[in-house]
C-alpha cells in the first residue's frame, strides 16, 4: 500500500500541474527513485538503444534491478534517463555484467 501511495501521488501532482515541467516531453531527464519505480516491470534500454532486460524490482534508492544472464544485476540510478517513455542507462551490458 506503501508503495502504491509513493508511486501515485507524485504522479497526480504532475498531472495536476502543481509539479514545475522540468524538461520537454523528448529530452532524456534524470530520474528520481519514485520516477524509475514506475518502469519496473517494464524493459530497461542500454546506451544504444539496445534492450537488455525487463526491471524486475526497483529498491528504495531508485537502483534498478534486472536478470542478466541469470545474474541478479543492479544498475545504479545515477546512470538512468527517461526518454520517450523508455527507460535507459549509460552501461553497457559488459559493464553490467563486469561490475561488483
Given at each position: 500500500?506503501?508503495?502504491?501511495?509513493?508511486?501515485?501521488?507524485?504522479?497526480?501532482l504532475?498531472?495536476?500541474?502543481v509539479?514545475?515541467q522540468?524538461?520537454a516531453?523528448?529530452?532524456?531527464?534524470?530520474?528520481?527513485?519514485?520516477?524509475?519505480?514506475?518502469?519496473e516491470?517494464k524493459?530497461l534500454y542500454?546506451?544504444?538503444?539496445e534492450?537488455?532486460?525487463?526491471?524486475y524490482?526497483?529498491?528504495?534508492?531508485?537502483v534498478?534491478?534486472?536478470?542478466?544472464?541469470?545474474?541478479?544485476?543492479?544498475?545504479p540510478?545515477a546512470?538512468l534517463?527517461a526518454?520517450?517513455?523508455k527507460?535507459?542507462?549509460s552501461?553497457?551490458?559488459?559493464?553490467?555484467?563486469?561490475?561488483?
Amino acid at each position: 500500500m506503501k508503495t502504491l501511495i509513493k508511486i501515485t501521488l507524485p504522479l497526480s501532482l504532475l498531472a495536476a500541474g502543481v509539479l514545475p515541467q522540468v524538461a520537454a516531453a523528448n529530452d532524456a531527464v534524470q530520474l528520481s527513485s519514485l520516477n524509475v519505480a514506475a518502469f519496473e516491470g517494464k524493459m530497461l534500454y542500454g546506451p544504444k538503444g539496445e534492450r537488455l532486460a525487463a526491471v524486475y524490482r526497483v529498491t528504495q534508492d531508485g537502483v534498478a534491478q534486472i536478470i542478466l544472464n541469470g545474474k541478479m544485476v543492479s544498475v545504479p540510478a545515477a546512470t538512468l534517463t527517461a526518454a520517450d517513455g523508455k527507460l535507459s542507462t549509460s552501461l553497457t551490458k559488459r559493464d553490467l555484467l563486469t561490475s561488483r
